[in-house]
């Protein structure tokens, strides 16, 4: 499910070395900077629909340990469900170039009357007894079967804008909250398929271990430095083979438990299962694994502090050209190039040339 893990963020920080880290899915041609038309070009996807190129991504995860070094929370299939009305003509698909966020990861507090946060939810498995949801990491409590991360994007368009300057104004959460009522807000008219994605975290393994930790209540950190999951936030880039999200959303009407089989019986788009898609690196930086500190040097910044949007002034070089493959390890991978730059604001050496399941 995932094509890599990287400091990559074509939407916040195109062209430059993101703030943090994501864990990335979808299309083969994600780069530092990409777009629908180059996503339609690329050579594989992570999605289960062979047509979906789209990128989604959100913030890895890490285990913070007592001495301050992090380690990376393995297991992250992604769930991407697509959410829409079954009355033909009700939903519009994204257009090109379409993107946009959801949350904000600068939040270390919750404010249970805003619709973005509420579009959070952490589910604390258990399969062999009671699952429990919270709005934030689950405090002082064993979640045995791994935690579920889960994000609600808003459905509601302006009709116009395929971007904003926030990658948010563009775009309104529905009516009666993330996930009910009507896109009634005459300033976003278009309903869009409701894009739900989950994300597994395999974390029992490393909370058996926080009396190792720096926060045993708690030892899961974000890689923006958030111990709260406040912060949570994630990205969709618009990827979908030309027109077939149109017949998606007119005819492909399976069930409501949003089994797409019927969609690909009926040839709307193909079900893929168990490949995998991967990209070589795009940045000279180890971004899994045990770490001394998380990559751009983010701080922890503890509930109710305030965090900042922090672009680390040591940036590491890019890597040239980026290869997709579908095995374990690649065949090829790029050079570094460019120099580990000391500046404010970002990298300064040149970035590279080039550069889901309905329901
Ligand atoms: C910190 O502790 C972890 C877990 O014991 C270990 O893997 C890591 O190497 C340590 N880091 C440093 C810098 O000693
Ligand atoms: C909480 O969110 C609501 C809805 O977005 C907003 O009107 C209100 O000002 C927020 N409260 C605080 C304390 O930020
Ligand atoms: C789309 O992205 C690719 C890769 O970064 C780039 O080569 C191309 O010029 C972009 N196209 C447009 C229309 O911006």
């Excluded at 991407?80 to 993107?99: A, E, K």
């Excluded at 994300?199 to 926080?210: E, H, I, K, S, V």
């Amino acid at each position: 499910d995932v094509i890599t893990t990287e400091r990559i963020d074509p939407i916040v920080s195109p062209g430059q070395v993101a703030g943090h880290v994501h864990t990335i899915m979808g299309g083969s041609n994600f780069r530092l900077s990409t777009n629908t038309s180059f996503l339609r070009q690329s050579e594989c996807t992570s999605s289960p629909i062979k047509e979906d190129n789209s990128n989604y991504w959100a913030p890895t995860l890490y285990f913070q340990w007592k001495n301050g070094s992090f380690t990376s929370v393995s297991g992250n299939p992604v769930i991407v469900d697509y959410l829409f009305s079954d009355t033909p003509g009700v939903t519009t698909p994204f257009p090109d170039d379409f993107r946009m966020i959801s949350g904000t990861p600068t939040l270390r507090s919750y404010n249970g009357s805003d619709y973005a946060q509420q579009a959070v939810t952490f589910l604390c498995l258990d399969f062999s007894g009671t699952t429990t949801k919270y709005n934030q990491l689950p405090e002082n409590v064993d979640c045995p079967s791994g935690i579920r991360a889960q994000i609600n994007f808003p459905s509601c368009w302006d009709g116009v804008n395929s971007d904003s300057v926030d990658h948010k104004s563009h775009v309104a959460y529905l009516s009666g909250g993330p996930d009910s009522g009507t896109c009634a807000d005459k300033k976003y008219p278009k309903t869009l398929p409701r894009i739900f994605m989950e994300m597994y975290l395999d974390t029992a393994g490393l909370y058996a271990q926080r009396s190792e930790a720096m926060n045993p209540a708690q030892p899961f950190v974000y890689a923006m430095g958030d111990p709260t999951g406040y912060g949570y936030h994630a990205d969709f880039m618009m990827g979908w083979k030309a027109g077939v999200l149109q017949n998606v959303v007119d005819k492909c009407h399976c069930n409501e438990f949003g089994d797409p089989t019927c969609c690909s019986d009926a040839g709307i788009f193909t079900f893929q299962q168990g490949g995998t898609c991967r990209i070589t690196k795009a940045i000279d930086e180890t971004t899994t694994g045990t770490l001394p500190s998380l990559p751009g040097n983010n701080p922890v910044v503890p509930l109710n502090g305030k965090a900042s949007n922090l672009v680390a002034p040591v940036t590491p070089a890019f890597i040239e050209p980026v290869y997709a493959y579908t095995g374990d390890s690649p065949t090829q991978t790029g050079k570094a190039v460019g120099q580990a730059v000391t500046a404010t604001g970002g990298a300064t050496s040149t970035p590279p040339a080039v550069t889901s399941t309905p329901a």
